[in-house]
């Protein structure tokens, strides 16, 4: 798999995404990787996101799947788009101890400017925690331009999920989370 450029980090004055931008203080910081199926992204959870003690508010997980289905439309479709319609269905806890959680999204379904997105959170195991159902109304091209969209590339190097799962842990270990 090989990491999604952002197009947006350093292009676009204005640009405080509280999904993807690395800037936000507040957001949650996602980076994003093709692994040519679908848009996948490997993410630590900050004790601040809590709902109950130790588990990851269902707002949160909403955010960060809604966040990942969109880069789908950003990357694959390459235009951008607004989230119509989205259905969670919450499985399992999300524990913020956890070293990651993964997420996954892959598009089901494109017709006209509709464009229909599957996304889920696993855990360290695997198992699927929470999972959506995103229906995006998909801009035009030069919509899509005007609204700020940017053609997203890739990295032009190969990582393995293995990788991005022991880069991210050396990081928390680093900041002492």
Known sequence: ????????????????????????????????????EQVVS???ANPNFVSWIDT??????????????????????????VTAKMEMRYRKPVSTKWAY???????????????????????PDGECCAECTCTYFVYAGDKAIEMGYMPATLDDAEVTLE??????????ALLGR
């Open 1 to 36: 798999m090989r990491a999604i450029i952002n197009p947006w980090v350093g292009n676009t004055n204005g640009y405080n995404c509280f999904g993807c931008c690395p800037d936000n203080p507040r957001g949650v910081h996602m980076r994003f990787y093709w692994d040519g």
């Open 42 to 44: 490997v993410w630590r």
């Open 56 to 81: 990851l508010h269902g707002g949160i997980q909403a955010t960060l799947l809604d966040e990942i289905c969109g880069w789908v439309v950003f990357y694959q479709l390459q235009t951008s788009g």
């Open 101 to 123: 959680i993964r997420l996954n999204a892959r598009l089901v379904e494109q017709r006209h400017s509709v464009a229909v997105v599957h996304g889920e959170i696993l855990n």
């Open 163 to 172: 990788d991005v799962e022991v880069s991210l842990s050396d990081a928390v």
